[in-house]
């Protein structure tokens, strides 16, 4: 095998399809269910999506064209790079053997994985009509993707953002102000949703659950918006499968297969982007990896909850689906990876998780930014607090095999950088970050 | 020609050697001066450099090979990616032979060029036993390279922080210290020159000019530690010319040949690294190239500025150097491309302009905020205020072309990312920036 480190694609070796879990699935998933607990149909979903995402949320076609449209802007990003991580194989003194790859996301604008699904949701929502989308953002990650994506295509964008994080981390609100969209603290007076919280908590610092309200009501009243999600629903998961499509690519130029694919999970689009294209490949007998989601301890939803009927959102504004979750009214603990916060899980992990074709774990936040300060040192890249989880079970896994004497390709996605994420550092630098017993419902002594 | 937007290079095709200009100038360079006036030798620059820096200063030879050890790091982010505008190109309606190219630098650990230098400075110096590099930063860019560089090779890094940017900046600072270096807010009480000026003014804020004296004294007085210096010198140009030198090809893939190269410029390495490898081919024939150098009209070195022997800094620490200057105690205006704001220019910049090979012109910042956030809205990519310098000419030379009827292939370099200017640009959007009147020594009135 040559001795390389970088593996790119050529845009012409970008995939033209998105890859759809659904058809090869274990078993059908379950429908959504309305207020009255029964199943829901497209016309329910059409106040808020435009038709085209509804299809793709329900679709059983393996292949969903990407739109020539789509690609074109993918290409100023796209393919994004899969690197060998020597520099950081090093210090950990591997044997040959053991192999540690990344899937870099941060290259997009906006420096993480989530533009590949706000790129299509407002071009599909452009061609139907939409002159405005609505959205909600915690930490500000899926917020700047979908106001980039809106510029792209001249729509407007309204982001409500959880009031603690747009007063915390004003240069998030700023990076998508850059870019056009309009930033709500939320709980604000635009909503009716808003105003309740303002009239029994005029100091609320807000939620994710609130700011969902606020915008899916926002798009409901408004017959020109339309809402859109980061991360959970099926369509969202389509779209992050150009990852693993790539990563694919790219590990065989490697000349190299994956034994375990690692990703972050919090909605969990990030993680089933890259681990979906390989769970179809173990399907068609081309690979045997084992694909590793990795929550935070403090909200573990996949190791610790339960797998029911539940919504997604505290307001209980959306429809039920059948997940893992920790219940709707479970507010997470103030760990520093905000898109990891997330009481439920995508219903399509949820079930490959059931299953068993997909192992969850779940990791203390200290332990994964340990390991994200030497990945820093090691490669040069600053990851987002949320990929850092999937460093910290890559290190372990290389390290098990080290111990075990055994042969060992690791695969993991790095799905951001941290640019915007240095509070969480210097806390961490300067011991002042704790870990979260779940079990005990409290936070460990800071070190 | 095939309708592609993305060139990339795989890692094999990466340049193997720097570009080395001095064989090629018109004129030889002339010596730097020390104190008594007279030419200094290699000996001089020893307790700051190492003699494999200084050697590069001096070269005559054509190529300069890259250690392996480089390359190895380099490919962590290189090459980096070269971009045909579409999404700009559409809204200016520019008809079918005007077309605007991009060679992006910000995908690089810390967000801009800078990492092209400071990975082989820290090679160097460690080869040569050196413990601990010291340097200067005045709005991050450079300080965070070293930083990064150093992770790279288990080095110590301090660095001098110019205190108003410490202080207004505390992200950068915060980004430093997580790849492990002592960040230091300048004038500080660890040195002579620091503790000169705080007694004169306790509530100094600081200078570049400062910040550079306390560091050349810090690695003066230490026999472990080096200085290093992220423009100006001819070492650090040298290094930059990976930059062309995969632009060169990639333009190739595109079946393109740039009519104009263009970029900002401070020091001038990062407009050279783009634009010596074009002058290389102009000599050979195979280019045309124009090559514009673009400044600030606040800080006009190379369009208002004298040629002739001075200062690199403030404290006249440095040797003197041939340049275009503006006086080594001129203090530029506060404006917001903080990396553009020095008072001389690279020897190698100023004797190319003085010959007439390198154009060069001067912008004012709102036209350049204005251009940046037309190329994020298009592009996807936020770009550094510096590198927004370079955005304004391109576009006006797409639209002079337009104008004028003529084919034209315009190629400029997007030397960074703005993740770390967005108060600049929250400025900006709230009409708050004014342009400076260099003649007049004042600041227009604000929107």
């Not at 329900?58 to 020597?86: C, D, F, G, H, N």
């Not at 389509?238 to 919090?266: F, R, S």
Request: aromatic content about 8%; some cysteine; proline content about 7%.
């Amino acid at each position: 095998m040559p001795d390389r480190t970088k593996f790119v694609l050529d845009e012409r070796e970008m995939p033209t399809s998105w890859y759809n879990v659904q058809p090869d699935l274990p078993q059908t998933l379950a429908p959504p269910l309305g207020p009255d607990d029964r199943p829901i149909g497209p016309e329910a979903l059409a106040p808020l999506f435009p038709m085209e995402l509804i299809k793709q949320e329900m679709s059983q076609e393996r292949l969903v064209e990407i739109p020539a449209e789509v690609q074109e802007i993918y290409k100023t990003y796209r393919p994004s790079p899969l690197i060998r991580a020597r520099q950081l194989e090093r210090p950990l003194d591997l044997p040959a053997g053991v192999r540690i790859f990344y899937k870099y996301e941060g290259v997009s604008p906006g420096g993480s994985h989530k533009p590949n699904t706000a790129i299509p949701q407002a071009f599909y929502n452009k061609q139907e009509g939409v002159r405005r989308l609505a959205t909600e953002t915690g930490a500000g990650q899926w917020g700047s993707a979908l106001s980039i994506a809106c510029a792209f295509f001249g729509m407007e964008c309204t982001v409500y953002m959880v009031k603690v994080s747009y007063d915390q981390k004003p240069y998030r609100r700023m990076l998508m102000e850059s870019y056009g969209a309009s930033v709500v603290a939320s709980p604000s007076a635009k909503t009716n949703a808003g105003r309740a919280v303002l009239r029994r908590h005029p100091d609320s610092l807000g939620s994710l659950g609130i700011a969902i309200s606020e915008a899916v009501e926002d798009a409901a009243t408004h017959d020109d918006t339309h809402y859109s999600l980061g991360s959970v629903l099926n369509h969202v998961i389509l779209h992050q499968t150009v990852i693993g499509q790539e990563a694919i690519k790219q590990m065989e130029m490697a000349g190299a297969e994956p034994d375990v694919v690692i990703g972050c999970v919090g909605g969990g689009s990030n993680f089933a982007g890259l681990a979906l294209p390989y769970f179809h490949r173990r399907k068609q007998g081309r690979s045997k990896a084992r694909l590793v989601a990795v929550e935070p301890k403090a909200c573990p939803t996949l190791t610790a909850g339960e797998y029911r009927y539940d919504f997604g959102d505290e307001a209980k504004m959306t429809p039920k689906i059948l997940m893992y979750t920790l219940g709707h009214d479970f507010v997470p603990a103030g760990i520093h990876a905000g898109g990891l916060r997330y009481h439920g899980d995508s219903p399509i992990v949820s079930l490959l998780v059931k299953t068993g074709d997909i192992e969850a774990k779940a990791v203390h936040q200290r332990a994964c930014f340990e390991a994200a300060e030497a990945f820093a040192r090691a490669e040069g890249i600053l990851p987002a607090p949320e990929s850092s989880h999937a460093i910290r079970v890559a290190i372990d896994e290389a390290l098990a095999a080290r111990q075990a004497g055994e042969a060992r390709t690791v695969l993991f996605g790095l799905s951001g950088h941290g640019h915007f994420d240095l509070a969480a550092y210097e806390a961490y630098n300067k011991g002042l970050l704790r870990d979260y017993d779940f079990a005990a419902g409290t936070f460990a002594e800071a070190e």
